[in-house]
Structures are given as C-alpha cells and as structure tokens.
C-alpha cells in the first residue's frame, strides 16, 4: 500500500517540531558535558587542596583524621554541676588553688551583698558592642544608600563615589578591621565598636540602596509635579514604602553583629568572646560549656526578639502564607 503523504502544512509542522526536539537534544548533551566537567573540576581541586592540606600539616593531615574529635572528648568537666557553677559564679568542691576552679574571683559586685556573674556581665559588654554598632552603622547606612540610588540621583559621579565607599567599608571582615585599631587604639570595645560599626554600615548600605531603588516612583513623580524637593520627595515618597525592609534589614544585621563582637571580643575586642578565648586556651573546661550555652541561648533570643519586633512593626500578615495572594 502506497505512503500517502499529508497536507504540505503538517509537513511543514512535523518538520519543524522535529528541529525543535532536535535542538532540545543537542542543548541536553551539552549541558550533561558540562555538568560532568564541573564535577570532575571540582573533584581535581578538591583533591589538590586535601594535598595542599597535608603538605602543610607536615603531612599528618590523614593520619590525624580518625582523631579528630578526641579533643572534645578528652575535654569535659568534672562535673555536669561545674558547668552551672562556672556560669554563676559558684564556689567548687574541687577547688585546689587554682584558676580553674575559682570561679568566684571574678564576681562583679554592684553592692556588697549583690552581685553580676562575670560571664553575664561579659555577655552584656558584648551586647552592647552590638548594639552601640548597629545604631552607628545603619545610621551611616541610611544616609549613604539614598545617594547611590540610581532613581534619585542623577549624577553618575556621585552614586559611583558613593557606592565605592560602600565597598571599601565592606571589604574587610570585621575583625581585620579591629586588629588595626587595636594598633593605634589598643584592644578593648571602643576598637571592637568602630570595626563592627564599619562594616554595618557598608554592608546596611548595600542592601538600603537596593531597596530604595526598587520602590514605586508614582508617588515621587506626584511630589516633584507639586514643587516638592528632593529632601521632601525622598521623606514623604520613598521613605515609608521602603522603612520597613530598613527595620527588618537592621534587625537582621544586629544578631549578625552579636556574633561580630563574640569573634572580635577573642582578639582583644573585650566581651564574652575574650574570656572565651582564655577559658579554652587554659583547658578550662567547665568555663567553656558554660559560656557557649549561654552565647546560644543569646542567640536564640537575639533571633526570637527581631523575629517578634518585625511582626510587630511591618504586620503578622506579612508573615502568613498565602495571605498576600489573598
């Protein structure tokens, strides 16, 4: 029985769908390739950094690997107790004399019969390193962001100015910034307060500018049709559809700077972090524990506290799913 062809317009149309498939085909192979070549890459750095660490470790790297967790091991207190004793200043049945033991030396007495345990007191130094920080560097943030926003400032020159400074402020970790303070202010919070307080407000910056550029331009371009400026165009335009991601972007940034001025407080900064550090090195082991449930109870707190003071200032509704489509 003899082939009957269609009507030339399927053919064209059978056709077609098979260069498309065709095409398809081709663009799977390739990205299977690639895909392949990535995961060979990675796997070729992967080994020469493993190799790169075994080398530096004096070639002890693999060998030492199945003893990797022997220091947490080998370090645990005398007793679960020590720990609670650690935390609030408690005298030991084990005190012989020693540092380790002798946890009430370092009371902070606020009056003769009442005093702070020095780990929370630490912890409250540490605290408002975070806080005092997040101020100054959001309020740095703020009035930078609007400046390099594409949207409200027509000068290239200056956003491009503005935007590097940004950078600059940014590009060093926090604790880069501390150790050269500390060389001309020596260690301590005030060090600590500037290298966090930097950082914010590069990093506050950023994110502050993104989110003036992506507001509505109805409302300015209503103020400008009115003779309004731009300070007024700015507060009365731009400033109450983007004040809330602020908040919710300087809440954020203060438990980041929580964990800023723990790390900055091992190197000198003062705080939690730098009795932290001396409790560790000493083989303190009771001291230790207590001062990392704490800074994980702070932080769990920390989170829990913006969490409740972002639906408090931007709406629960904003957090329920499903509403927004609603």
Not at 88 to 113: C, E, M, N, Q
Not at 257 to 281: D, K, P
């Amino acid at each position: 029985m003899a082939h009957v062809a269609g009507p030339p317009q399927f053919n064209g149309l059978q056709d077609s769908s098979r260069t498309i498939l065709d095409h398809y085909q081709s663009q799977v192979r390739t990205r299977r390739i690639y895909t392949v070549a990535s995961i060979v890459v990675f796997l070729i750095v992967l080994a020469a950094s493993l190799d790169f660490a075994n080398n530096a470790n004096s070639g002890k790297f693999f060998e030492r690997l199945p003893y990797f967790f022997d220091f947490i091991k080998s370090f645990v207190p005398n007793s679960p107790l020590e720990i609670f004793r650690a935390m609030f200043d408690l005298p030991s049945p084990y005190a012989d004399g020693s540092i380790k033991f002798d946890y009430t030396s370092d009371r902070v007495w606020i009056t003769d019969s009442f005093y702070i345990p020095n780990f929370f007191y630490q912890l409250a130094i540490t605290l408002n390193i975070a806080i005092v920080s997040t101020i100054l560097g959001s309020t740095g943030a703020f009035l930078l962001c609007f400046f390099a926003s594409s949207n409200l400032v027509g000068s290239r020159a200056v956003r491009w100015g503005v935007r590097r400074i940004m950078e600059i402020l940014r590009a060093f970790p926090e604790i880069v910034i501390a150790g050269l303070l500390a060389a001309i202010l020596s260690i301590g919070p005030i060090a600590a307060i500037i290298a966090v307080s930097v950082h914010t407000i590069g990093a506050l910056g950023k994110l502050f500018f993104e989110v003036v550029e992506n507001a509505d331009m109805k409302p300015d371009e209503g103020l400008r049709a009115s003779g309004a400026n731009w300070l007024e165009r700015v507060r009365f335009a731009i400033l109450p559809q983007v004040l809330p991601n602020f908040v919710s972007y300087t809440l954020l940034r203060t438990e980041i700077n929580v964990r800023a001025s723990t790390i900055i407080g091992a190197v000198g900064g003062g705080g939690i972090g730098e009795v932290f550090s001396l409790s560790i090195g000493r083989d303190h082991a009771a001291k230790t524990y207590a001062i990392i449930i704490l800074l994980l109870i702070t932080v769990i707190c920390v989170d829990q506290f913006s969490a409740w003071l972002r639906r408090r200032l931007i709406g629960k509704q904003s957090f329920e799913f499903g509403r927004g489509a609603a």
